[in-house]
């Protein structure tokens, strides 16, 4: 399943190592978040509420490095900024120190990706450290979604402050977008005898302007408890980190070599940005790659049948392949997990499992 390529320096290399090396800050934390957690294991979160997601992140957290969502799939996803899902499951990873994946897989253009990424009721750049995104439209994709990260990084430490004014025009000053933003809301009407609105007797002033702030203005407390912060590591940094969708894990997918060699390229060309890829195998090749990678499609036989089990596809196009495969053959480097884990009985217990065996498989990657 994965080409005979030539073996590259990163698949014998230690993730701390690596880290070392690694281009993107974020990147960094997560190779060495991985060795402090021996994990290498990413849970698709793939429930049908945001309150079965929170449980789940919760439960499986100390066993995973990044927690993937699908924000779009889940009924009762609350877009409050402060106090929503995107802001609690924020909490959970900074408890349990996972990063959040959001699986959104931009694919349109330039313009279109930036507001899908920033905008909108859920304001994925708020709460997902990392996206990912569909080449298809081109390379133009990513640099507007770089464009993006780079601009909202920008004014991370900034909050937002509001005021109200009554009857008058406040000064405003525009500082581009640290400026102030001036809406005129509704105010009071004079009614005519005969009910129909009449002329406009004040106005009320709505004005937001972005103040610094010291305190990182994202992943809020939200819960009493919630001051609780994963030991050993610092929070991860404010950069945003974008994941390309190279290889997939589908049967008769169109994704072929060629196409993989240009998010290759792409990746390449924003290295501040991209941290590597959503892949089937390894795509490191020049000396100087020090991409990650990331692999759906991944199960594992019954517990106590993994010597000889083997693990069928679902049906509906989805290929699985073992831990050993994906990582000690292929040389990808984190494993995502959907139902493996959460159909499973004991959800917690099977994500250990998932866990041991994808470090196990990485340990004897690198020694071998
Ligand atoms: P599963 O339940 O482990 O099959 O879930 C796999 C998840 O990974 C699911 O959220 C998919 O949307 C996602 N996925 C995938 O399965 N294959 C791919 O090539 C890509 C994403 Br890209």
Not at 16 to 25: F, T
Not at 258 to 263: P, V
Request: glycine content about 8%.
């Amino acid at each position: 399943m994965c080409a005979d390529r030539p073996k590259h320096p990163t698949l014998k290399a230690t993730f701390a190592e690596r880290a070392k090396s690694a281009s993107h800050p974020l990147t960094n934390y997560l190779m060495r978040l991985m060795e402090l957690k021996q994990s290498n294991l990413c849970l698709s979160a793939d429930v049908t509420s945001a309150r079965e997601l929170l449980h789940m992140a919760d439960k499986v957290g100390p066993s995973i490095v990044i927690l993937k969502t699908h924000y779009d799939i889940l009924a009762g996803w609350d877009y409050n900024p402060q106090t929503g899902t995107g802001a609690k499951l924020q909490s959970l990873a900074r408890k349990h120190g996972f990063l959040i994946f959001e699986d959104r897989k931009f694919g349109d253009i330039g313009h279109t990706v930036q507001m899908q990424y920033t905008a909108g009721s859920a304001r994925v750049i708020d709460w997902a450290h990392i996206v990912n995104v569909n080449m298809v439209p081109g390379k133009a994709a990513v640099q507007a979604l770089a464009e993006a990260a780079a601009k909202w990084r920008s004014r991370v430490n900034y909050e937002v402050k509001t005021s109200v004014s009554e009857n008058g025009a406040e000064e405003n000053e525009d500082n581009g977008h640290l400026g102030t933003r001036e809406m005129p809301a509704p105010g009071p009407y004079q009614r005519d005898n005969d009910g129909r609105k009449g002329s406009i007797v004040s106005i009320t002033t709505v004005t937001q302007s972005f103040e610094p702030v010291d305190s990182p203005r994202f992943g809020s407390r939200i819960d009493e408890g919630d001051e609780l912060v994963y030991a050993g590591i610092e929070e991860p940094p404010y950069e945003r980190g974008l994941l390309i969708l190279a290889q997939m894990s589908s049967t008769g997918n169109f994704m072929n070599e060629e196409y993989t060699q240009a998010c290759v390229e792409a990746a390449r060309e924003h290295k501040d940005f991209v941290m590597g890829f959503v892949s089937q195998e390894s795509l490191n090749s020049a000396p100087t790659d020090s991409f990650i990678h990331m692999t759906p499609g991944c199960q594992l036989p019954p517990d106590g049948e993994e010597e000889n089990g083997t693990v069928e596809g679902d049906g509906l196009g989805q290929n699985y392949n073992t831990p050993a495969k994906l990582v000690g053959l292929c040389g990808t480097d984190v494993i995502i997990v959907g139902r493996g884990i959460i159909k499973a009985g004991d959800p917690q217990a099977e994500a250990a499992r998932y866990r041991d065996r994808a470090w196990a498989a990485y340990q004897k990657r690198i020694s071998q």
